[in-house]
């Protein structure tokens, strides 16, 4: 069903803010669709000015995330990459339980995966990985434990 590296995201993050997970996890993205990102491109994405994307650049490079020069095309560090992936699988998991699981809308999955993906816990988190998992067992023997909770919430709406 989600077929992700779960066992990843449960290693101990490096503690930064949920702003600068932001930048850095649209840096990642950025890179994995063109390669190369710039600053442009980011205040772009995440509709702020250019401004506020070299102070957290700066901010970035301190913590040796990522490799940033005033004109030079960003980078991220073998360590800004490795942040930058278990923020973007954590959104995923996040996103995927919210979507697939809880059948929330597209749209309201990714905005409350945004959210909940820096204040959830390591804890919460590796017992949401469980459940996920534990399902999995039960769609295996042919129980569909979704499907029925679907059927739940369905009918619960009505009442």
């Given at each position: 069903m989600f077929g992700l590296p779960y066992k990843y995201i449960m290693l101990k993050e490096k503690k930064?803010?949920?702003?600068?997970?932001?930048?850095?996890?649209?840096?990642?993205?950025?890179?994995?669709?063109k390669q190369g990102v710039k600053a442009i491109e980011i205040a772009r994405r995440l509709g702020v000015g250019r401004s506020s994307v070299t102070e957290?650049?700066?901010?970035?490079?301190e913590k040796k995330l990522v490799n940033y020069g005033r004109y030079d095309v960003i980078s991220l560090?073998?360590?800004?990459?490795?942040?930058?992936?278990?923020?973007?699988?954590?959104?995923?998991?996040?996103?995927?339980f919210l979507f697939q699981i809880l059948g929330a809308?597209?749209?309201?999955?990714?905005?409350?995966?945004?959210?909940?993906?820096?204040?959830i816990?390591?804890?919460?988190?590796?017992?949401?990985?469980?459940?996920?998992e534990f399902n999995k067992q039960f769609q295996c023997k042919n129980h569909d434990?979704?499907?029925?909770?679907?059927?739940?919430?369905?009918?619960?709406k009505k009442e």
């Open positions: 930064i803010s949920a702003s600068l997970e932001d930048y850095l996890e649209t840096i990642y993205e950025i890179i994995e669709e957290a650049l700066k901010n970035l490079a560090t073998p360590e800004g990459k490795k942040e930058a992936r278990k923020v973007a699988l954590k959104h995923k998991v996040l996103y995927d809308d597209e749209e309201e999955a990714h905005k409350n995966a945004c959210s909940i993906e820096h204040v816990s390591e804890d919460v988190l590796r017992r949401l990985v469980l459940f996920i434990f979704i499907e029925e909770f679907k059927e739940f919430y369905e009918k619960a």
